[in-house]
């Protein structure tokens, strides 16, 4: 069996490697290992080459063969699709894979999306294999995948037979590092692989939360947005539905759902059922839901507190169960922002008073240490105010103008409704570069031209405008 690993430094490969050859060990298999040259460091590309023989009576090749290996196992998408450029996989070579992968700074700061994505390298990965698997963590449910879920997702899928379940458990604790997270973790990746394996070879691994969802309007919607424009349109909205409950609460889901019901109907009048239609209730619900997740200070402190923050950290900086770490956060909130999240009339008034001047606190915080979270987790527990404060009318106001876009530009086309529908992620951000966001997609918002709207989104969302 003749094994490639690909990764990037910083993803524990080593480790990786090192639970493989135990496993392999306790099967009593020969495996052999080289790490091949790279660049180790955090984000630089790292090889590791193995092959797994029933005896030592073999001779070992130092370099794996392209078109002759047997297995390749990426932990880094990007790095998975340059070892299939340069010709390592083959039609009797299985994957295994994850689209976790680490984005450039030219990729953190564009706004266009993101073109490297599963869907569109699957003919890629399908041409290079006889079998894959190929996972989406982000829809898995895990906040954190690790290197043990991805060992329980090999042990799950076949592709090794040779080697039992109660040896990747066995090489996991020989090998001492966190053992009884990492059993977990294994556990978990075995389970999620096992159960929806023919899905993931299907259309890749979804998590649907459709059952999860309250009863009545919203599922009712969903279920009719599904039979007009089939699951792509469902996997959108059901993981929108969710994110805006936690957000805010059913009411506001619901209210997201009558937006999106409000279009469909208006585009079905017009342009009936077809494909194009399909599109642009996938964008729109995707930019929708995003535009009506608005940061505020009360979201920011949910995200500050959250038991899944705390826990990357500790992952992140090798921090031990009960050793004791502080978590020191810094924010400079401006006036508007504060006094944002306060009764519609009352905010306003000091709006009135306030937004000519530049005010802002520096302040720093211990988020772990009990003054630090009390205090976010008072803030945290304001969210039954947001739909009434000062901060959402402005936000709810710009949402609606940001519909009336989209509906208004159907008129000339669906074109020109899609360059709208993509044309709302323009606002985004927070403060300062709220403001000057939002100016220009005021700009923005008042052109239907479809051959203008597609030059104002190219100039804006290129590169070339954050390099100058």
């Known amino acids: 069996m003749k094994i490639l690993i690909t990764s990037v430094g910083g993803l524990g490969v080593g480790v990786f490697v090192e639970w493989l050859a135990a496993a392999a060990i306790s099967e009593g298999l020969q495996p052999h290992v080289l790490s091949l040259p ?16 029933p005896n030592n009576d073999f001779l070992f090749s130092p370099f794996p063969e392209k078109g002759k290996l047997d297995l390749i196992i990426s932990q880094e998408f990007m790095e998975l699709l340059r070892i299939l450029k340069e010709g390592y996989g083959g039609k009797n070579c299985n994957i295994l894979g994850t689209t976790f992968r680490y984005y450039t700074t030219y990729e953190k700061l564009s706004l266009k999306k993101d073109i490297y994505t599963y869907e569109n390298f699957r003919g890629l990965i399908e041409e290079n294999s006889r079998d894959h698997i190929v996972v ?7 906040s954190d995948f690790s290197n043990a879920h991805l060992v329980g997702g090999l042990c799950a899928s076949g592709y090794l037979p040779g ?9 996991i604790k020989t090998v001492g590092i966190d053992p009884e997270r990492n059993l977990r973790d294994f556990t978990a990746g075995y389970e999620l692989f096992k159960k929806t394996k023919g899905d993931l070879l299907e259309e890749g691994f979804k998590v649907n939360g459709f059952y999860s969802l309250p009863d009545g309007y919203i599922k009712d919607s969903i279920e009719k947005l599904r039979s007009v424009y089939g699951n792509g349109i469902k996997d959108v909205v059901v993981e929108a539905v ?12 619901e209210l997201y759902m009558s937006r999106l019901n409000d279009l469909h109907r208006y585009a079905l009048e017009m342009f009936g059922k077809n494909d194009k239609c399909g599109e642009l209730m996938k964008e729109f619900a995707r930019v929708l839901a995003v535009r009506m997740m608005y940061e505020d200070v009360i979201r920011i402190a949910e995200k500050k507190i959250s038991k899944g923050r705390f826990e ?3 992952k992140l900086y090798t921090i031990q169960d009960g050793e004791v770490f502080w978590v020191k956060d810094f924010f400079r909130p ?15 008034l000091l709006d009135r ?13 211990y988020t772990n240490h009990l003054s630090g979270f009390l205090l976010l987790k008072a803030m945290s ?5 947001r739909r009434s404060s000062f901060r959402y009318s402005k936000e709810n106001s710009l949402v609606e103008k940001y519909v009336e876009h989209v509906k208004r530009s159907l008129t000339h086309g669906l074109d020109s409704a899609m360059l709208a529908a993509k044309g709302g992620a323009i606002v985004r951000g927070y403060g300062g570069v709220r403001r000057e966001m939002i100016k220009k997609w005021d700009e923005f918002s008042n052109l239907t031209n479809p051959r203008f709207m597609a030059s104002f989104l190219d100039n804006f969302f290129s590169e070339r405008r954050l390099e100058s």
């Open 38 to 53: 790279g660049v180790s460091q955090r984000a630089g590309r790292t090889l590791s080459y193995m092959e797994i023989v």
């Open 136 to 142: 989406d963590i982000h829809r898995m449910g895990l």
């Open 163 to 171: 080697i039992k379940r109660e040896s990747y458990e066995k090489a």
């Open 242 to 253: 969710r994110q805006i409950i936690e957000y805010q609460d059913k009411d506001y889901a």
């Open 312 to 314: 990357r950290i500790k």
């Open 334 to 348: 401006e006036a508007d922002e504060l006094y944002g999240v306060l009764p519609k009339p009352l905010g306003r």
């Open 353 to 365: 008073m306030l937004s000519k001047y530049k005010i802002s606190w520096k302040t720093e915080l």
């Open 381 to 385: 527990k304001l969210r039954f105010m």
